[in-house]
């Protein structure tokens, strides 16, 4: 099945400086890679995903890429906000099947 | 967008007895629902995918038998715990899909946590 790694596990940001967020995975057909925020007792929001046939996408301060020959995605949060602070989960899915890296806890510091 | 109801948020029982989660999509048809359990501090695990009308797909190591689900209309699955042990506390998601047309995208519901004293 899919194997999908994240790293870092914990990320601390000044205010305004920029957080990165790399996944792999290991399924090549897979084909359908979300990026979900998760705050403190609630379910995921998914935040901006990609699909297989792009390489690059961007939603305001927030932008992903993929990488398929090297199996690997990436999430970028420009100008980081106290309101950033959450857990981030990427994901990987053939046909939506998710399989979740292991999350991220990114702390902005005011 | 499209809204993906749990319900309940939180319920605490006791062990031995069994707890029904419902999850339904509020305006949009699911043809397809996904079960989903959450320790603490941890990812979340797919337990079973939940077709409408078919039987329940589980991953491997989830007891069918243990955690039922029911699809039985394109708005709600629900699924059941039963004689829930202190073990199974955790926290339960549903995620639907929304299959009208296009690849569609992923809906998850606000979870429910489960507690078995």
């Known amino acids: 099945g899919e194997n999908v790694e994240q790293h870092p596990s914990t990320l601390s940001v000044q205010e305004g400086d920029s957080a990165v967020i790399k996944c792999t995975y290991s399924d090549s057909a897979s084909n359908y890679f979300p990026w979900y925020k998760q705050e403190l007792g609630k379910g995921p929001q998914l935040i901006i995903d990609?699909?297989?046939?792009?390489g690059e996408k961007k939603d305001q301060r927030i932008a992903v890429t993929l990488n398929k020959t090297a199996k690997h995605f990436s999430l970028h949060i420009t100008e980081t906000q106290p309101e950033d602070s959450a857990v981030y989960f990427c994901?990987?899915?053939?046909?939506?099947?998710?399989?979740f890296g292991a999350g991220t806890t990114v702390t902005v510091r005011a | 967008g499209a809204v993906v109801s749990q319900h309940p948020s939180r319920v605490i029982c006791k062990s031995g007895t069994s707890v029904k989660i419902e999850c339904r999509s509020l305006d949009f048809q699911a043809t397809t629902m996904f079960w989903y359990r959450q320790f603490p501090k941890q990812s979340l695990m797919l337990m079973a995918t939940?077709?409408?009308?078919?039987?329940?797909?589980?991953e491997q190591g989830v007891e069918k038998d243990k955690f039922l689900i029911n699809h039985a209309s394109l708005t709600l699955s629900t699924l059941t715990v039963t004689s829930a042990h202190p073990e199974d506390s955790s926290f339960y998601i549903c995620?639907?899909?929304?299959?009208?047309?296009?690849?569609?995208?992923?809906?998850f519901g606000e979870g429910s946590r489960l507690t078995v004293l």
């Open positions: 939940s077709n409408e009308g078919s039987k329940a797909t589980y």
């Open positions: 990609i699909r297989s046939n792009v």
């Open positions: 994901a990987a899915a053939n046909d939506y099947k998710l399989s």
């Open positions: 995620s639907a899909r929304d299959g009208a047309g296009g690849p569609g995208e992923l809906f």
